[in-house]
Every structure is written in C-alpha cells, then in structure tokens.
C-alpha cells in the first residue's frame, strides 16, 4: 500500500504563487512517475504535469511557463512550485504515483484557491 499526502494548499491572491508537496510512504524512486493533477468544481479531473525518475516533466499546456514539478528523492518528495495565480487556478490539487507496472496511487488532494 502506498500512501501519499498532499500538503501546501491555500488561498493566495492573482498573481501571487504557491507551492505544494506531495510525500510518498516508500521510496518515489520505486515510481516510473510521478503526477500532479486538478479538480475544479464541476469539471473533470486535469492532469497537469508529472516528472519521471529521470526528472523528464511535462506539462500541461494551461500551466506551461508557470508550474514547475521537481522531486527530492531523499525525502520522498515531489514539488509543484505554482507562479503567476490566476483564479481559473483554483481547485483541489492531487499528487500522484505510477509504478511501471501501471498500478497507481492517488493522495487525498489539496485545495487551492486563487482570489481577490
């Protein structure tokens, strides 16, 4: 069993930043990747980046130029450093982890709120 917990959320101004973390109960190295992913109220889940253990990242193109995934293996932790806020940002942030046999694992989310 895998456990991963969400931490970093809040509320923040337009145009201000924040940055989550996602810390893994095992070693993420054991991952072939690792995710960030959104859910805004009703709309359907956004995957929006991920970085794999060779720390390739890609991204959504919503977030392209303003999120930025980086990992510690060393405390089991990957980061979603979020700049330039913008309201449409706002929702429940989720961290994920997917071994390479396709088994995957979702934390309990966090909520971000971008608001005047």
């Known amino acids: 069993q895998v456990q991963l917990v969400e931490s970093g959320g809040g509320l923040v101004q337009p145009g201000e930043s924040l940055r989550l973390s996602c810390t893994a109960s095992?070693?993420?190295?054991?991952?072939?990747?690792m995710g960030w992913s959104r859910q805004a109220p009703g709309k359907q889940r956004e995957l929006i980046g991920s970085i794999s253990t060779g720390r390739r990242t890609n991204y959504a193109d919503s977030v392209t130029g303003r999120f930025t995934i980086s990992r510690d293996n060393a405390k089991n932790t990957v980061y979603l450093q979020m700049n330039s806020l913008k309201p449409e940002d706002t929702a429940v942030y989720y961290c994920?982890?997917?071994?390479?046999?396709?088994?995957?694992?979702w934390g309990q989310g966090t909520q971000v709120t971008v608001s005047s």
């Open positions: 994920n982890a997917e071994f390479r046999s396709g088994a995957s694992y």
């Open positions: 095992r070693n993420i190295y054991d991952f072939g990747s």
